[in-house]
């Protein structure tokens, strides 16, 4: 069947601006994760939804990061004011129940110049 | 120092030979231990998973985890070029409800034909 989606697959921005990814999680799992993976520095940890709500949104770097989830399936991760370290590839990752394996995307990578 | 410690590498081996890849981690209450492969450009994929001290074998590969250490291996024999890529050990428990991850930061593996 068919795995996580993201778009765009890339994205360049210039500073200052806002952005929107998007995650398309397996159909039928209720749960969704985002990451961020940066050169050196692994995955991540960003933000964590259960259905629509985020219970956990611990590793969400500052105020300018935002996401959210619609009928349990689409998520949108939302980058305002872009700066340049906020470069990476941004994932997203589903699973069927929030103990269960996570499933990742190709994900995002973001470019901002 | 960080949850979960892994050599970026890279690592470069022959075609054929025995690989063999290692974490540390230093919280106790970890219980799930997970390696995943990552080819550039793409999202990780999960490899093998396990909850439990001991070896657990996948074809080509073996995890092995060591509680009493904090120390997990992933083995790969007859290595192959397709083998290239990324692998991310990832550890996790049950906290708040959902398995949260932590992953290490990659080792790159390079295979040569």
């Known amino acids: 069947g068919a795995g996580v989606s993201q778009s765009p697959s890339n994205k360049v921005t210039e500073k200052g601006k806002d952005v929107e990814l998007r995650c398309d999680p397996i159909s039928g799992h209720t749960a969704l994760y985002w990451y961020r993976q940066s050169l050196g520095q692994g995955l991540e940890f960003l933000i964590y939804f259960q259905g629509n709500s985020a219970p956990d949104k611990s590793g969400l770097p500052s105020d300018r990061f935002s996401a959210e989830r619609t009928g349990g399936s689409v998520s949108t991760l939302t980058i305002q004011r872009t700066q340049q370290e906020d470069s990476a590839v941004y994932l997203c990752a589903s699973s069927l129940a929030i103990t269960d394996t996570q499933y990742f995307g190709p994900g995002t990578r973001l470019t901002v110049l | 120092q960080k949850e979960v410690e892994q050599d970026p590498g890279p690592l470069s081996v022959p075609e054929g030979a025995i690989v063999s890849l290692n974490c540390t981690y230093s919280?106790?209450?970890?219980?799930?231990f997970m390696w995943y492969r990552q080819y550039s450009r793409k999202g990780p994929e999960l490899l093998m998973y396990t909850y439990s001290s001991g070896n657990k074998e996948d074809g080509r590969f073996t995890a092995q985890v060591d509680k009493s250490s904090k120390y997990i291996s992933l083995f790969i024999r007859d290595s192959q070029p397709s083998d290239s890529a990324t692998y991310l050990c990832a550890v996790s428990t049950l906290s708040g409800g959902y398995q949260k991850v932590t992953f290490g930061i990659g080792t790159k593996l390079q295979v040569i034909p």
């Open positions: 919280n106790s209450a970890f219980q799930y």
